[in-house]
């Protein structure tokens, strides 16, 4: 490579460098296996008789699966605003100065993110048992009023709060680790200009620590919607999961009723993605690598002038 | 000891009273006494520069003035109110936070670090405090910010957001940031320490025509050229005292102090 060099390299026009690309092979053999592969295992799924294609079709939208997509959406929904609302709550606790305070935060999320979820909904369902009726009142001198927890504790309740606290104890530490994120620097020019700490928090650091926040958050709801499927230990049979097994149960047919269950939790999680892309969008202003250009810190006098944007060959 | 030291007042006038006034004042952190007794005072209008070795507490000081630090001894007065504390019976009571944050109202503060909120415009940053803190209507802080953009010369920036600015762009963003809450006193945390050398003169510049319309001003910095320029007090701090006091111009010239000198031969 000595004598050729100096006529190729002297004088380099303005021309874009085409060069032949580096040859791949092993990517091309790689895809070529794994395309094969799915093939065939696209094939014999849509061959083998064990997967009922037929009783697939006629169940997936069967009303009372559709109903039961339904519940559990409603189990997903509430039960994560429970986990929001508590979650922030623990945050702020474990954050505070109080010892107290954020003593009694972290034992809430030690136990309850030590304990599996599938024990924690067994025990809210035997609550009804432990505690047969709560009085209102000023403790050991006034009752105003009991009420049975039968009356108020349903199946679905019991779900939701089950749900709602485990995945609170999450929650909580994917909020703490958002907040802490955020530059002390921040929320000392947010204090330096005379705001409150309510303004500080809901105006400055929040705003900034939903950037850390959303793509776990976001995870963790995704996870929740299949977390409802063991909604059965309360037990609470409405869901999309309990409900495509009873179907099942009756026809003796677990395996379409488990794949039209599947296409359903699939398509619901497709949709809470989109919703979740919009959110980091949204969150991201500001910072995002497209919106972080920086802009004039380049003046035209320093710039070259021939080498940015010529014609747009 | 050299805690005594004070600036000498300059004018014979001697009417309006300091708008900073600090008495002894001590800070520790932990068993590490950062000020050891520091006395000064700043008289409206003036611009006072503060400069020192790192670590000399200057930083720190400043940041008691606004009790982003509450001061463990002595007294330090803003406008003739105490900072941090209020006198009552006798005793010194901490401040409620709402008080705290009105008296920190009316003192501006930039940093080092620029600290703009990112997730807002420039002029989002500007119209925060104005409209959340002094309740003003939107129509007029966006005016009155849109102003201020203008007078550190970003009008055409309002819409950018921090990241797409230069350093020194945020810095002067940060300082109309400062000024949009119509402070009396403003503070300048090494203002130009976090640019790249070309960009320091573009926020000097915009410190001196503040300085010129008679805002009061303190700045910890390491620029020296600004202090002989636009400083009307420069005061050295090392180790938590004030070593040495007086017209700038004399000091640069001709240091006093042993510790005075060996610092100044090392940055000028």
Redesign the interface.
Known sequence: MSQGDKDVLTEPGDERISAVPLPRPGRWVAAAVILVLLALFLYGAATNSAYQWTTYWQYLFDQRIAQAALVTIELTVIAMTIALVVGVASAVMRLSDNPVLSGVAWLYIWIFRGTPVYVQLVFWGLLTSIYQEVDLGIPFMVQFTSLSTESWLTPFAAAVIGLGLNQGAYTAEIIRAGVSSVDDGQREASVALGMSWSQTTGRIVFPQAMRVIIPPFGNEFIGMLKTTSLVIAVPFTGDLYTQSQQIAAVLYRPIPLLLVASTWYLAITTVLMVGQHYLEKRFSRGVAGGAARVKDSVTPTDAPAELPLRDGR | MSSQHTVEQTRPDQVRQPMVRAQNVRKSFGSVEVLKGISLEVQPSEVMCLVGPSGSGKSTFLRCI?H?EAVNGGRLYVDGTLVGYEERGGRLHELH??HA??Q??D???V?Q?F???????ALGNIV??PI??RKESKRSAVANGRELLERVGLAA?EL???????GG?QQRV?IA??LA?RPKLMLFDEPTSALDPELVGEVLDVMRSLAETGMTMIVVTHEMGFAREVGDHLVFIDDGVVVEAGDPRSVLADPQHERTKSFLSKVL
């Open positions: 606004n982003l936070p709402r944050a009105a920190r109202r003192i501006g503060m940093f670090r600290n703009l909120f990112p997730h807002m415009t925060e405090a959340r803190v920036h950018s957001y921090p990241a797409q600015l230069s762009q940060a940031r400062a809450m």
